[in-house]
């Protein structure tokens, strides 16, 4: 049944509020009638409700006591005018009047619930101000009815029998379930009320106390970055790089003839960026067919120089990865490029223009590499002689590239097949004609139209670095074979 309540707060200095309801529920949560806000205090921490014309006060959390007139509660209680309650650090004398119960709240400075059970076992006294100055809003219409200041001690009601017990047990369940219907608190809701739930086992004390704005506000913005950066990963990956990769790179089926791919890479991310993989590693993965092997000398091995520092990506869809590589020879060989690769500096070859490896009468040039040539020597019909110096079986390496197989292109002498010839590129023999070659070299080794590019990449002034100096050692097609005889 309906019941009125009269809320006194001295510790606020409000207006009285007068509530009328089947019940009130007092705690440090929000929506209780009255409200007491301190840690101490648990969020639904009493309840009273009128049964019969008495009123009587439960304790919602047995953990946390209450006292009454210095006593601890047990279970439920009648209340009486006179009587006083102490929840946490606050004092709630009562009385009544014409069915009404009046509450009025005081607050014990540097004082618990705790500190005055501790003070009454020592003094035998409770020191919680009393109601005998308690005015009420109106007196009772007994004319017996004493003034408040001269009633007597408190006399205390019999308990609900069980039945009673069990109907108040149900109410406040239903209440309890009522009051907490609200969100859980999280990170993202620092303010949020507690959870739904009439068992409230899953209850953490004081966890309302904390404040979490720093964290949610820091949640809050990095949810945004997180939405955009998965938005991106799936509808745009290029947004993470400075453009989209090649259409090569983005082929359902390869196209190159002979394949230097062992499969397509579709425009996969994962293909060639992984946690535990270098992109060099997933590059010689796939690059490794019958016709090509992604190789890279030993020159470059040590220098740190791996496959995407010649061959670029994300450099937009039209791009060829074949002439990054030929132009990116000039790039870091050159004069101006201050970096150091392994504790050594590079500079411009040859004097920017075409090299002839023979300096002072030896060879400079190293010779073919050992895999190159152990794939070639057939073809080349080169043989080391157990006499032939260093000099001399390097000079036989550089013979068996050009003659007897390469057209005489560009105006050269060649032999009755068109194909060089020593006379291609010495005008004397007696001693060697050292100084023509080096005019002659700019014949071939120019910026012709590269037939894997399709298109002329390099200057036809400028060197082709990749026509003499050979990076992928196990490529068993040659940089130009329209160069060749018998093609």
């Known amino acids: 049944m309906e019941a009125t309540f009269v809320i006194i707060r001295e510790d606020l200095q409000v207006d009285p509020v007068t509530i009328v309801a089947e019940g009130l529920l007092a705690g440090r949560l929000p929506t209780c009638e009255l409200l007491l806000n301190h840690p101490s205090v648990s969020r639904l921490h009493a309840g009273i409700t009128n049964a019969e014309g008495d009123f009587y006060i439960r304790n919602l959390r047995p953990a946390n006591p209450i006292l009454l007139n210095g006593e601890k509660l047990e279970d439920y209680e009648a209340l009486t005018a006179g009587d006083v309650l102490g929840i946490g650090p606050f004092a709630l004398n009562i009385d009544t009047a014409e069915g009404t119960l009046l509450i009025k709240v005081s607050l014990q400075i540097a004082a618990t619930a705790g500190d005055a059970v501790t003070r009454r076992e020592v003094s035998g006294l409770w020191e919680l101000p009393t109601t005998m100055s308690l005015e009420l809003p109106s007196t009772p219409p007994d004319s017996q ?28 369940d239903k209440r309890i379930t009522a009051a907490t219907k609200t969100i859980r608190p999280s ?61 090569a790179h983005t082929r359902m089926q390869p196209v190159s003839v002979p394949a230097i791919a062992n499969h397509a890479n579709a425009g996969s991310c994962t293909s060639c960026h992984a946690l535990k993989n270098k992109i060099e590693e997933k590059c010689a993965a796939c690059h490794t067919t019958e016709a090509f092997v992604g190789t890279v000398i030993p020159e470059h091995m040590k220098a740190g120089i791996g496959c995407v520092d010649c061959h670029a990506e994300h450099r937009g869809a039209q791009f060829s990865a074949i002439d990054g590589a030929l132009l990116s020879c000039a790039v870091c060989h050159s004069d101006s490029n201050k970096k150091v690769y392994s504790g050594k500096s590079v500079s411009t070859p040859h004097g920017g223009t075409f090299g002839y490896p023979v300096v002072d009468g030896h060879w400079k040039w190293k010779g073919i590499d050992a895999d190159e040539l152990e794939q070639r020597k057939a073809n080349l ?70 037939p894997r590019a399709k298109h002329q990449v390099i200057a036809s002034n400028k060197p082709n670095c990749t026509s003499c100096h050979v990076q992928h050692t196990q490529d068993k097609r040659h940089w130009n074979p329209n160069l060749l005889t018998g093609q």
């Open 145 to 172: 009815a004493q003034p408040v200041a001269h009633r007597p001690s408190p006399v205390r009601k019999p308990k609900p029998a069980a039945s009673g017990s069990k109907a108040l047990d149900v109410f406040w």
């Open 187 to 247: 990170l993202l809701f620092p303010i949020g009320g507690r959870p739904s739930g009439k068992a409230q086992s899953v209850w953490t004390p004081t966890t309302d106390l904390k404040r979490r704005w720093p964290l949610s506000l820091m949640l809050w913005g990095a949810i945004p970055v997180i939405l955009l950066t998965a938005l991106g990963a799936i509808f745009y990956a290029s947004a993470f790089a400075p453009a989209p990769i090649s259409d």
């Open 381 to 450: 019909k080169l043989e080391r002689l157990p006499s032939d110096s260093e000099d001399q079986w390097r000079s036989k390496q550089f013979h068996g590239v050009h003659m007897y197989r390469v057209k005489a292109v560009g105006g050269l002498l060649g032999n009755q097949q068109g194909e060089l010839s020593c006379s291609s590129c010495h005008n004397s023999f007696t001693p060697p004609d050292l100084a023509t070659p080096r005019t002659t070299c700019a014949k071939c080794h120019n910026g012709q139209p590269d």
